[in-house]
């Protein structure tokens, strides 16, 4: 089976060098980049199953890549950030987010978090190519 790949895209080394080490631990294969321009270039080579994505990067901010990287892929995203306020976090959902998690955070949480969404996502990728029957009649989704 292959492994689950994550695209952490976050400009401070500390902490790309933590979730790194957690996620490899999980057994999920790990790339990283540290600005916006990269993490875009990256989800089309890498094609990563999630995003992991820091709201303040060098050159893009972190809202504008989701909502680039959503206008092209159907990734889930993370956004890991410090922007804890109530209406950084309804923005970050509005642009596309499919969770939010403020930093600092516990690791166990964020891996708790990851295989939450990759569990839905994966179902929600596998039904939509399901075949229905109903009264005779076949219907496909």
């Known amino acids: 089976m292959e492994k689950m ?3 952490i895209i976050e ?3 500390p902490i790309v060098d933590i979730l790194t080490y957690g996620l490899e631990k999980e057994g999920y294969e790990v790339a ?3 600005n916006g321009g990269e993490g875009m270039n990256m989800a089309r080579e ?3 199953n999630l995003i992991l994505l820091d709201w303040m990067l060098p050159d893009l901010n972190g809202p504008d ?3 680039l990287i959503s206008e092209q892929f159907n990734i889930p995203i993370i956004m890991l950030t410090a922007k804890a306020t109530m209406e950084d976090k309804l923005y970050g959902l509005e642009v596309g987010v499919d969770d939010y998690i403020t930093k600092p955070f516990d690791l166990r949480e964020v891996v708790a978090r990851i295989k939450i969404i990759l569990r ?3 179902r929600s990728t596998d039904t939509q190519s399901m075949v229905y029957e ?3 009649e076949i219907s496909e989704e």
């Open 65 to 67: 890549v989701c909502r």
């Open 32 to 34: 990283s980049c540290y």
């Open 120 to 122: 839905r996502f994966q």
């Open 46 to 48: 890498y094609k990563p």
């Open 11 to 13: 400009d401070e080394k």
């Open 5 to 7: 790949r994550i695209l």
């Open 134 to 136: 109903f009264d005779g």
